[in-house]
């Protein structure tokens, strides 16, 4: 399996604070199948510093090499602060310097010129993907709103703890209604700490099966991940 989106890096956002912790996620990892991991650390210029990011992600590519598994750089960007920035510098900032940006939004207030930026990226050559959008509130409280966001205009990415049910049964009803139409595209782990892995990733890939069956599973924990991993 593939994972697009965790908080691996140490000591550059709420992720791991020292190597030793990104090395016991990157245990937990290998032990669920994850051969490869886009490490995505928040970028938000109004909260966190990247300045560190790449001299932190090649000592820890270092440091992880013979665990057998291969980590590639990308961030999670906080597109309301940072649209400029990703438009001046487009691969610095996408998965594995790809087409593709992850991205997400305010989990309370839905931005009113978000369609236009998404028609920006679209016109800069981008593919933008929306990350956990089951937790904003104003998705799941109105499917039309969503619909309307990303079927013209980008994927959608959700996290596995949502589908474990960790952020309540709502988040979880909505992530089953968005499988169960096919409108989900990449399921990732968003982990934090080693525990986001070892609890959460299991039961999200259990659930996923028991709903969409095994073929549908593949293709969201990894086949469509494997498009992004050999597109440059």
């Known amino acids: 399996m593939i994972d697009i989106h965790c908080h691996l890096i140490p000591n550059v956002d709420d992720g791991p604070s020292t190597i030793e912790n990104s090395m016991e996620m990157i245990s937990e990892a290998i032990k669920l199948g994850i051969t490869s991991i886009i490490t995505t650390p928040h970028y938000n210029k109004s909260i966190y510093r990247s300045d560190s990011v790449p001299d932190n992600f090649y000592k ?3 440091s992880s090499r013979s665990l057998g598994v291969d980590l590639l750089l990308g961030y999670e960007v906080f597109l309301c602060t940072s649209f400029y920035d990703i438009i001046s510098q487009k691969r610095k900032y996408t998965l594995n310097k790809s087409k593709y940006l992850l991205f997400e939004l305010p989990f309370d207030i839905m931005p009113v010129d978000i369609n236009n930026t998404m028609q ?6 981008l593919v933008p993907i929306i990350a956990h959008p089951e937790r904003n509130k104003y998705f799941s409280k109105d499917m039309d709103k969503f619909i309307n966001l990303i079927v013209p205009h980008c994927l959608v990415q959700l996290d596995a703890a949502s589908i474990a049910g960790v952020y309540g049964l709502n988040v ?13 595209d990449f399921i990732a782990s968003d982990a934090h700490r080693p525990e986001d892995y070892k609890n959460w990733y299991p039961k999200a890939l259990e659930n996923v099966k028991s709903w969409a069956g095994e073929e549908y599973c593949n293709k969201v924990f990894n086949s469509n991940q494997n498009i992004i991993l050999n597109s440059y």
């Open 60 to 62: 820890l590519k270092q």
């Open 120 to 125: 920006k990226l679209h016109s800069e050559g």
């Open 172 to 184: 979880k009803r909505f992530t089953k209604r968005l499988i169960s139409q096919n409108l989900v």
